[in-house]
């Protein structure tokens, strides 16, 4: 297995711009997280998906932040619009059966917002 | 929240040394877990823990999960150059978010 892909690995945009992250987990896994990591704050879990369906977002920092999984094979993470304070790595993350035992993380995208 | 502390910081040693590194909670956790991360990539799963007690070895790494649920611990036998990277305790119990500590971020010295 190829595991967790992650796309792109590093952005970079302007201050006001739409950011799209894009991620597909491992095939039949049917949990899905997005977390942040920065120096300051550690992993931070933003949302995460169980079978497509958002279960619990509580850690999306605002509503700039929103997240989709069309499919079982892909789900994106958007800010629109984008702030230098977002600047972190983002990383998605997959497990199978109870909820995020044993997670498999991506490569991350470092995005930076300037 | 639930909290996890995790110490050192950061350790600086000399290649071949033993190290150990602790995660604290003053909360209980029914599964500790423990990764690594290297520059540029993601956390990769080194060891997971689902018994209090439960002492897990992986190669030259061996962690335990403390018999009162409420501690973890990660040991590297011999360090070698490419153990470098930042390891991360985590852990929760069913239904539950996994909590992340903050890190230990080891460098070894040839």
């Known amino acids: 297995d190829a595991g967790v892909i992650q796309s792109p690995r590093h952005e970079v945009t302007e201050m006001g711009q739409e950011v799209t992250l894009r991620c597909k987990p491992i095939?039949?896994?049917?949990?899905l997280f997005w977390y942040r990591q920065t120096m300051m704050r550690g992993l931070e879990l933003l949302i995460y998906?169980?079978?497509?369906?958002?279960?619990?977002d509580s850690g999306m920092p605002e509503d700039r932040f929103s997240a989709k999984m069309p499919n079982a094979s892909f789900s994106t993470l958007k800010i629109q619009p984008s702030e230098p304070r977002d600047s972190a790595v983002y990383f998605c993350?997959?497990?199978?059966?109870?909820?995020?035992?044993?997670?498999?993380f991506g490569q991350g995208t470092r995005l930076t917002v300037v | 929240g639930q909290q996890l502390n995790q110490s050192p910081q950061s350790m600086f040693i000399q290649e071949g040394e033993d190290v150990s590194m602790n995660c604290t909670s003053s909360?209980?956790?029914?599964?500790w877990l423990w990764y690594k991360q290297e520059p540029g990539e993601g956390p990769v799963l080194l060891i997971a823990l689902y018994k209090a007690g439960e002492l897990t070895s992986n190669g030259r790494l061996t962690a335990q999960f403390g018999i009162t649920r409420k501690d973890s611990f990660l040991n590297i036998s011999a360090s070698i150059p490419s153990d470098v990277g930042i390891y991360f305790c985590?852990?929760?119990?069913?239904?539950?978010?996994?909590?992340f500590g903050g890190g230990t971020r080891l460098m070894v010295k040839p």
């Open positions: 909360s209980i956790f029914n599964t």
């Open positions: 985590a852990a929760h119990n069913a239904g539950n978010m996994l909590t």
């Open positions: 095939s039949g896994h049917d949990y």
């Open positions: 993350a997959s497990s199978y059966g109870t909820m995020n035992t044993e997670a498999f």
């Open positions: 998906f169980n079978n497509n369906v958002p279960i619990d």
